[in-house]
């Protein structure tokens, strides 16, 4: 089925021919008595000439650049009627135009071929590096391959020095693990010293809190002695037991406790009012 709306750019169908699309469309879609097959020569004829419509409004926009030969060749038919001075001389232009468009093909071939020419140069040049190269790789493999002649000898001989001296790593292994059997049977009696480390920790806790109390001890010892002192030694006594004492424990030697201390004013003041009056 053929549709084509009206449309007034150009190079398209005209209404003639829009008239001959519809005409056929309408036939198409008639009713079942009047439906006939389309005539498909008359539409690939109305599609030729669309297309050639098309080219030749596609020439008009596009131009190329036509060439100055072709141009005077063009000249030169359009002038039939020119003297033989004027046909030599068009002959000429165009041999020279010629000769021109043949110069430029050449200056522009011999360009191409510097270019490639340097191309190639620079390829030759990093062939020969690499060439270069090879060849010392080449000197070393040799250089290598006698020395490798002369130390095969030695190989051989270290080889089986390896093969009779050192260890298996199946051998190695067995006796590895028969020592680590050995070692763990050896350790089962020992207990490592993670296992004290609580009993460690209790031990060195009593052993402070017995440093405290032994010092508290000595504390109040030195105090109830002092008291003593001041009770049922004389002054002598005293001053030479309290000189023994600050001189033996000088940090530990201090006044008594508060209740020590005021059941000895109590006990001085008593001796006092018991004491008789001396007249």
Not at 84 to 98: D, G, S, T, V
Not at 190 to 204: E, F, G, N, S, W
Request: contains cysteine; charged residues 30%; positive net charge.
């Amino acid at each position: 089925m053929w549709k084509i709306g009206e449309c007034r750019a150009p190079g398209l169908p005209q209404k003639s021919e829009s008239e001959i699309l519809t005409a056929s469309d309408g036939n198409c879609t008639g009713s079942e008595e009047d439906e006939r097959p389309p005539d498909l020569d008359l539409i690939y004829a109305d599609l030729e000439s669309m297309r050639q419509r098309l080219l030749a409004i596609r020439n008009t926009m596009v131009r190329p650049e036509p060439e100055p030969c072709l141009e005077i060749v063009a000249y030169e038919q359009a002038i039939p009627f020119s003297t033989k001075a004027q046909r030599q001389l068009m002959e000429l232009r165009r041999n020279n135009c010629i000769m021109k468009c043949k110069i430029e093909d050449m200056t522009r071939h011999l360009l191409n071929s510097r270019q490639r020419m340097k191309e190639c140069e620079a390829r030759q040049i990093h062939l020969r590096k690499h060439m270069e190269k090879m060849s010392k790789q080449l000197d070393e493999f040799k250089a290598f391959i006698t020395k490798a002649q002369d130390n095969f000898g030695i190989c051989i001989e270290r080889f089986e020095l390896h093969k009779n001296c050192f260890v298996d790593i199946k051998d190695f292994r067995e006796k590895v693990t028969e020592l680590m059997f050995q070692m763990k049977e050896l350790l089962n009696n020992k207990v490592p010293k993670a296992c004290h480390k609580i009993m460690r920790k209790a031990i060195q806790k009593e052993s402070v809190a017995m440093r405290f109390f032994l010092q508290a001890l000595l504390e109040s010892v030195l105090q109830y002695t002092e008291y003593f002192q001041r009770r049922v030694s004389t002054k002598t006594y005293q001053s030479v037991m309290s000189e023994s004492v600050s001189a033996r424990f000088p940090k530990f030697v201090r006044e008594p406790p508060p209740s020590l201390k005021s059941q000895i004013v109590n006990d001085d003041e008593e001796q006092e009012w018991n004491t008789p009056i001396r007249t």
